[in-house]
């Protein structure tokens, strides 16, 4: 295990942990019509499965000039979901475990975090997350790039790659596929979409605490898919 993989899944697990004492103290009581999860083994069956073409009602956008996050690509957010800017300056100076830990953390593979996107007040645990490449790349590139960014998070399996392309024409690659963290000792599903742009390839990724929040906030995501457009 690398140093950087450890860092990544120990910090993840601390996030886990606190997700779900979070999730375990607003539980409501059996009876009052809780939600079932997808359990771990459901995340095994098929990366493909899911509620991918339910779509959320938008709450606003980002990437337009002005918004929380500023990108090449602008795209409507679900309902209540909360838009941050990722600070990539934290990752310079202070201590060394620090540093590895914001190196971690910011970077997978070519790619840098430059926007969070948090469902936790739509009352999910999950992100959709936006990483950016750098400039070179040609349209032909996006599943290559997809393929490295997917490589670098670690323990991955059966994913399935397909094309995909916005209600404004602005298309790409697509990826679903099973995460393993060693930390957690679970496996869940996870999916992308990458476009290439003139100010470089950019990723929006979909993770979630477990396979269960996963597909609970697909149709965010698909909202995100479906209303992508250049800047």
């Not at 375990?24 to 995340?43: H, T």
């Not at 400039?135 to 996006?142: H, I, K, L, W």
């Not at 003139?198 to 929006?204: D, N």
Request: proline share 3%.
């Amino acid at each position: 295990m690398t140093v950087r993989r450890a860092v990544r899944g120990a910090a993840l697990a601390q996030v886990a942990v606190l997700a779900g004492l979070l999730a375990g103290c607003s539980q409501p009581a059996e009876g009052d019509g809780a939600k079932p999860s997808a359990s771990a083994n459901g995340a095994a069956d098929s990366a493909g499965s899911g509620k991918g073409d339910d779509v959320a009602a938008s709450g606003g956008s980002v990437g337009a000039a002005g918004s929380a996050c500023e990108l090449p690509i602008a795209f409507d957010t679900a309902e209540n979901w909360k838009a941050e800017a990722i600070d990539t300056g934290t990752a310079e100076g202070g201590d060394e475990v620090a540093a590895e830990l914001a190196e971690a953390l910011l970077h997978q593979g070519p790619f840098t975090a430059a926007c969070e996107i948090d469902a936790k007040p739509a009352g999910n645990l999950g992100f959709i997350r936006v990483w950016r490449g750098e400039a070179g790349a040609g349209a032909g590139d996006a599943r290559a790039l997809l393929r490295e960014f997917v490589k670098a998070e670690g323990d991955t399996s059966k994913a399935k790659y397909s094309a995909f392309s916005s209600d404004s024409d602005v298309s790409g690659a697509e990826v679903e596929y099973l995460y393993t963290s060693e930390a957690l000792d679970a496996t869940k599903k996870e999916r992308a979409f990458l476009t290439v742009t003139a100010e470089g390839p950019v990723v929006v990724h979909l993770g979630g605490l477990d396979t269960g929040e996963h597909e609970d906030m697909l149709p965010a995501y698909e909202l995100a898919k479906r209303t992508l457009r250049t800047t």
